[in-house]
């Protein structure tokens, strides 16, 4: 699991397994797809340019996905677009 207290985590391409969940109080922008059974935890923005496929987010803030959302659940205080 990676965990962060600066304001934000940027993952350059897809998320999978060999980075593990993440849970972080600040923002998370993914430039690709999250893939496999992860669970994000936010306490700011998601950010998600590609697609979800049997995840988790939860977010306090903004969840934001470029592409399809299959098989996962979006929690989020904010707006989910």
Request: charged share 20%.
């Amino acid at each position: 699991m990676a965990t962060d207290t600066h304001s934000a985590i940027n993952i350059r391409g897809d998320l999978d397994a060999t980075h593990g969940d993440i849970d972080t109080p600040g923002d998370v922008i993914i430039a690709g797809s999250i893939l496999g059974n992860l669970t994000i935890r936010a306490g700011g923005n998601v950010v998600v340019n590609g697609q979800i496929d049997g995840s988790q987010i939860l977010a306090r803030g903004n969840v934001t996905i470029g592409g399809r959302l299959e098989g996962s659940r979006v929690r989020t205080g904010g707006t989910h677009r």
